[in-house]
């Protein structure tokens, strides 16, 4: 039988002191909430619309699809929080 590397628990310190000697757990920082990413069906027609909106004028595909994105993803973020306006005092 191999020996053992670790110590072994002191057994005469209760089960609670022992958890208290341990290392305390750290806390997870809260996530940023997700912003949804707009799906490629979406930017698709998105950019098909802008498209129509040059009345048939030419105009370049990739920068019709780089539009929609850039008009999605600012469309799905969420509305900056508003602080309440602090009131002068009387």
């Given at each position: 039988m191999?020996?053992r590397?670790?110590k072994p628990a002191?057994?005469?310190q209760?089960?609670i002191e ?10 997870r ?12 069906e979406?930017?698709?027609e998105?950019?098909y619309y802008?498209?129509?909106?040059r009345?048939?004028?030419?105009g ?5 699809w ?5 008009q999605?993803?600012s469309?799905?973020l969420?509305a900056p929080r ?9």
């Amino acid at each position: 039988m191999a020996k053992r590397t670790t110590k072994p628990a002191k057994r005469d310190q209760p089960i609670i002191e022992r958890a208290k000697a341990a290392k305390p757990a750290r806390r997870r920082a809260k996530a940023a909430p997700r912003v949804p990413v707009p799906t490629d069906e979406e930017i698709r027609e998105r950019a098909y619309y802008l498209s129509l909106e040059r009345n048939g004028s030419p105009g370049d595909p990739v920068d019709d699809w780089n539009r929609a994105k850039e008009q999605l993803e600012s469309a799905a973020l969420p509305a900056p929080r508003r602080t309440p306006a602090r009131r002068a005092p009387r």
